[in-house]
């Protein structure tokens, strides 16, 4: 069981470039979410999703967009990177509603210059 | 929305001292109220959550304890080890539609040899 995977770890964007972050989790959970952390502060909400097919914006959603085909895979698009996206960014899943624990990804570390 | 706040931002302790983390949150509706640790490089772990049916939960040196009146929960580690150094993070949750979660801004605990 490797939880929830993330890729790539790091990786440096010029502005304008465009960039696709990957996350998979093998726990059969219905329940994914995408968060941004920037330095000194909490995880902010970007986006989420409640099942394939299915996917709402968080409190900070500008800037991105996202999918979910599968029940696995829950891929966060940057479309025009701008500077304000450097942070770094972790993927998350939880079974339901109910069940509380949300479980983390490594993260990856965007750099936009 | 909801609003969590998180202090102090900064804590050090010799080991073997407790340390205690507070949070306040604003959103009457939460009702789910985790805590995370968050070890560098990693993404952060669930190491105890209490709901609003409980005023107090303990799990073996860490506790957690919630004033719904007040709308603050804190988080105690007794017996603090070296390893107990990380950044934690409180969140609130309504446990409605996704279950997202609000983050405080994290305290960086570090534990004195």
């Known amino acids: 069981n490797a939880g929830v995977t993330q890729t790539p770890k790091f990786r440096i964007l010029k502005i304008g470039q465009s960039m696709t972050l990957q996350c998979t989790q093998d726990m059969n959970h219905n329940y994914m979410y995408w968060y941004r952390q920037d330095p000194g502060m909490g995880l902010k909400l970007i986006y989420y999703s409640v099942g394939a097919g299915i996917t709402d914006k968080g409190e900070v959603p500008n800037g991105y967009n996202v999918s979910r085909s599968t029940t696995e895979d829950f891929p966060l698009r940057l479309e025009l990177a701008a500077p304000s996206q450097t942070s770094v960014y972790f993927c998350?899943?939880?079974?339901?509603?109910?069940?509380?624990?949300?479980?983390f990804g490594p993260g990856t570390r965007l750099t936009v210059t | 929305g909801e609003n969590v706040e998180q202090h102090p931002s900064t804590l050090s302790v010799q080991e073997g001292d407790s340390a205690v983390i507070k949070c306040t949150y604003s959103d009457s509706a939460s009702n789910y109220f985790p805590w995370y640790k968050q070890e560098l490089g990693k993404g952060p772990q669930l190491i105890i959550d209490?709901?609003?049916?409980?005023g107090e939960k303990k799990d073996q040196r860490i506790a957690v304890t919630l004033n719904k009146t007040a709308k603050h929960f804190s988080l105690h580690i007794t017996e603090t080890q070296p390893e107990d150094s990380a950044v934690y993070f409180c969140?609130?949750?309504?446990?409605?539609?996704?279950?997202?979660?609000?983050f405080g801004t994290g305290t960086r605990l570090t534990v004195i040899p």
């Open positions: 209490i709901r609003s049916n409980v």
């Open positions: 998350a899943s939880s079974y339901s509603q109910g069940a509380g624990e949300q479980y």
């Open positions: 969140a609130a949750s309504t446990q409605t539609g996704a279950n997202n979660l609000f």
